[in-house]
């Protein structure tokens, strides 16, 4: 593989798997949010109105970055991989364009969300968190398309042999509808794992049963799901699965003793959490959780290594989609790389303040 | 094949949006810092809580300018696909470094956000510096892509070529063969370039199409362009702020809100200063020089004719004429050459192989360049009453904004003689609140509107083509035909405007409204009983 295509290729997988451990911990902790929110507003609950501000503090820490990533995987696409990006856009016009209304309506509502809450009507401030909440699951089922587009063309497969656009074709791949039942309650328990870790900082047992409820209830869900995801690989994209099953053995194997100490340690906590104590394991159930989401993109995409598109048991190398219209400058891409390490900096020293010493106020200040 | 026509105004409207976005994520940086400056130097808390208002509604704000800055990012690549290979050539650079700005912009300003109130003052002018250091370097960037597609830096003498009018885009750094075959191919089977580009392994088989990646950076209309635009932006930004605090003071007379317009005015006017008459000029000299058919549009010139003001602003020389569509027809008519002369200069074959597709462009051969030309000229000419009804509005408005700055100016920092003018012209508005309001109006009025005007002259004046005399919109636009379908479109705009008529409602409550239903929050938090 070129170096240029190498580095590009690597390059996205980053931001791919930043990205996707981003929106893990945002899309399940918005629902969370959500949810309290509103039996808040229905139950005149103080308990749970801080609790779902506290939760919240993950989004509106975090999801701006987490966009960044999305947009970074966007450049990457169509820098370095020129024609698969044409190809995508021109064949899966109508889950991007799902996912990007989605984005529309998900960003500024958490802001709104924030912004806004005691200085609207609750029942109003209620409705727009749900609206928060809900359209984050339109962006992977947008995006997620288009993953399972590239380990098994159906609808880019019949763009290319007809020359028709397939219109909600995507949503006929079987794969997708396993991947994105996958995603799905991985990001649900994912957002209550990490709700549970940050209420543990916050000694509040009741935030940490409740977190625990949603993490380790979805994780369950997962045990169908996973393997649904995993058997249905070895239908529709068996190259995909030999290299899980492969040269991402030790990897594969290292996830799933991951998933299987989150449920044991989530399952123990949440006991512990309804007898009112807080276990010492809950705070590292969220870094666990995000572990076991970034190894599993890794999976997905590091698995089709050196290919980008697989077709059964055959690959079609990044090569081919690549840029080669130009000399790409490298330095300019490790200078672009070494600026990219110090906003993850930065921006973990903001999730610092924010999340570890509490410098958001739970109270807005007037 | 896609009828872009429907599609422009849509990508108009995000693009719109974006722009009022970034107006107030470039200019609230500035008015929140002076804020900032003046609580650390006096100690008053009514700047430290102006600031912190204004962060929320830059919060908000931002999160609004980020979605539209994604539809925008995705309008590119999803409804016009054939900007991927400026994507990949020319835009590549400006574009990868963006994502340096972008990045390193939300994380301080996470970080400002996060800090702000805990941290001491100067820190967090330190924290918001770096913030507006790298939004003001995504707008170096995104305009540097721009104004690529105004004047495509590093074609040297193509469009020339086309259009004898049009002067030589800086050196020539393209492989002009394959350009010239890319252009013709989509030429000959009527389909968009994207159709091309996506083919898996086209880019191998084309091979280096752009020699120099950074050349996009070297372009002198890109210069002016990033001083004009970032400039406006900040001045919009620091109008709605001062208009804002301005209409508190007018609704309650308090004159703590008076002490916070006063510094924003101030600043409004020095900048105001830098960018009408000095940078602005130099913006349309660029016009002048690099977009012969957008000056003729701004300026109506249908028919050559003698201005001696409009010419010494423009060339600096009143005894020139402002070039009409008469003299850039004439141009025209002086090219000889037809495709086909073009295509054997460049010993392309008639049937070119693109991707395993054989494209014969034999029927273009006895197209004469200078009819099509004429017919681009013809097109252009459709827009003049649209850009010159624009520009002349947006320098109305231009010269309002600055009189309203000055007087304003005046009116606060007292200079013998021009503050004694600025008064008597003040007390025309009626007392001190209506006054010191109805002059930020202006300043909005007076930056705004120049700023619309002026992005439809500088984009709609470019047309017929969407990269200066190089690409049309149908070329570049996607072979989905339902996205210009009305059901597509409805539903476009649907999201469009209601995501963002929300979002700017929301900035509104968060600016105005006080905080009326915590009591279970704090009942929860254990705090204000």
């Given at each position: ?30 629902l969370l949010a959500a949810l309290y929110r509103w039996k808040a507003y229905r139950e005149n609950d103080p308990w749970a109105e801080l609790f779902a501000r506290k939760v919240f503090k993950v989004l509106i820490v975090s999801e701006l970055f987490s966009g960044v990533w999305g947009t970074i995987i966007t450049v ?291 | ?380 000419k459709a827009y003049m009453p649209l850009i010159h009804t624009a520009y002349y509005v947006k320098v109305a408005f231009a010269i309002i904004g600055g009189l309203a700055a000055a007087v304003l100016f005046f009116y606060f920092y007292k200079v013998p003689g021009l503050s004694a003018i600025a008064s008597a012209i ?104």
């Open positions: 593989m070129n170096p240029a295509v190498f580095i590009g290729f690597v390059g996205l997988g980053l931001a791919v798997t930043l990205h996707v451990i981003f929106v893990s911990m945002t899309i399940g902790s918005g990457f696409l169509a820098g370095f991989f020129t024609a698969v990006t044409t190809l995508a856009t021109n064949t899966l016009f109508i889950p991007i364009a799902i996912a990007i209304a989605s984005i529309m309506i998900r960003i500024p509502t958490i802001a709104i969300s924030w912004y806004t809450w005691g200085k609207i009507h609750p029942r109003t401030h209620s409705l727009v968190m749900w609206v928060m909440a809900l359209s984050g699951f339109g962006v992977p089922f947008g995006f997620r398309a288009i993953f399972a587009e590239i380990n098994h063309p159906v609808a880019v497969g019949y763009y290319l042999q007809t020359g028709h656009n397939p219109g909600f074709m995507p949503y006929s791949n079987p794969l997708f509808w396993t991947l994105y039942l996958h995603t799905v309650a991985a990001v649900i328990s994912t957002g209550g794992f990490v709700a549970a870790s940050l209420l543990a900082l916050d000694k509040d047992p009741r935030g940490v049963k409740s977190g625990l409820l949603l993490g380790v209830g979805f994780l369950v869900a997962q045990l169908i799901f996973g393997p649904l995801y995993y058997f249905s690989l070895d239908w529709y994209s068996p190259l995909l699965f030999k290299a899980v099953n492969g040269e991402f053995l030790s990897l594969f194997v290292i996830k799933l003793a991951a998933v299987a100490a989150l449920l044991a340690l989530g399952f123990v906590s949440y006991k512990a959490a309804r007898g009112g104590v807080i276990s010492s394991y809950v705070k590292w159930l969220g870094p666990l959780a995000l572990f076991t989401v970034a190894l599993g993109e890794i999976l997905n995409d590091g698995g089709r290594y050196p290919n980008l598109v697989i077709l059964g048991d055959k690959g079609l190398s990044a090569d081919l989609f690549a840029n080669f219209y130009i000399d790409i400058p490298m330095p300019a891409v490790y200078v672009i790389l070494a600026f990219l390490v110090l906003s993850v900096v930065v921006f973990t020293m903001a999730a610092f303040y924010a999340l570890y010493k509490r410098f958001i106020a739970e109270v807005p200040e007037v | 094949m896609t009828n872009p026509n429907p599609l422009l105004p849509l990508s108009a409207l995000g693009v719109y949006f974006h722009g009022m976005y970034i107006s107030l994520t470039f200019g609230l940086p500035v008015a929140i810092g002076i804020m900032l400056w003046k609580w650390w130097r006096t100690g008053d808390s009514d700047y430290y809580k102006a600031a912190r208002i204004m962060t929320a509604v830059l919060g908000v704000n931002f999160a609004l300018g980020a979605i539209t800055g994604t539809l925008v990012e995705f309008g590119l690549v999803q409804v016009w696909p054939g900007v991927n290979l400026a994507i990949a050539t020319f835009a590549f650079a400006p574009l990868a470094l963006e994502l340096i700005a972008f990045a390193n912009e939300i994380a301080f300003l996470v970080l400002f956000i996060v800090t702000l109130g805990r941290v001491k003052p100067p820190t967090s002018i330190a924290i918001l510096s770096l913030y507006a250091a790298f939004a003001y370097f995504s707008g170096v960037l995104i305009t540097a892509v721009n104004s690529w597609m105004q004047a495509p830096w590093g074609v040297g003498p193509v469009a020339k070529t086309l259009y004898p009018f049009m002067p030589e885009y800086g050196p020539n750094v393209v492989d002009v063969p394959k350009l010239v075959a890319l252009k013709l191919a989509a030429v000959a089977t009527g389909q968009p370039i994207s159709l091309l580009i996506e083919k898996p392994g086209f880019a191998q088989e084309v091979g280096i199409v752009l020699k120099d990646p950074m050349v996009a950076f070297y372009s002198p209309y890109a210069l002016v362009s990033i001083f004009h635009n970032i400039l406006a932006a900040i001045l919009i930004g620091m109008a709605v702020a001062t208009a804002g605090w301005a209409y508190r003071y007018f609704k309650t007379g308090d004159q703590k809100y008076l002490k916070i317009v006063k510094p924003l005015a101030g600043a409004f006017a020095v900048l105001f200063v830098i960018q009408a008459p000095i940078v602005a000029h130099f913006m349309g000299e660029a016009v002048v020089h690099y977009n012969p058919t957008k000056f003729a549009l701004m300026e109506g010139a249908e028919k050559t004719y003698h201005d001696p003001i409009i010419a010494l602003v423009a060339y600096g020389d009143p005894n020139k004429p402002i070039i009409g569509f008469d003299e850039l027809e004439k141009a025209c008519m002086s090219n000889t050459l037809t495709v086909g002369d073009l295509a054997k200069a460049l010993n392309l074959p008639q049937t070119l192989k693109l991707a395993g597709q054989s494209v014969d462009i034999s029927s273009l051969a006895s197209v004469k360049l200078s009819d099509l030309c004429l017919a681009d000229l013809q097109k252009a003040a007390r025309i508005f009626g007392d001190e609140k209506r006054r010191v309001f109805l002059l930020a109006l202006l300043l909005v009025l007076g930056t705004v509107i120049p700023a619309v005007g002026g992005w439809a002259v500088r984009e709609i004046g470019r047309k017929p083509w969407s990269v200066y005399g190089l690409l049309y919109p149908s070329e570049i636009v996607t072979p989905v035909s339902y996205a210009a379908s009305p059901g597509f479109l409805a539903f476009a705009y649907l999201i469009i405007l209601a995501v963002n008529l929300g979002g700017l409602y929301a900035m509104y409550l968060v600016a105005t409204r006080g905080y009326k239903f915590l009591e279970l929050l704090k009942k929860g938090a254990g705090v204000g009983k």
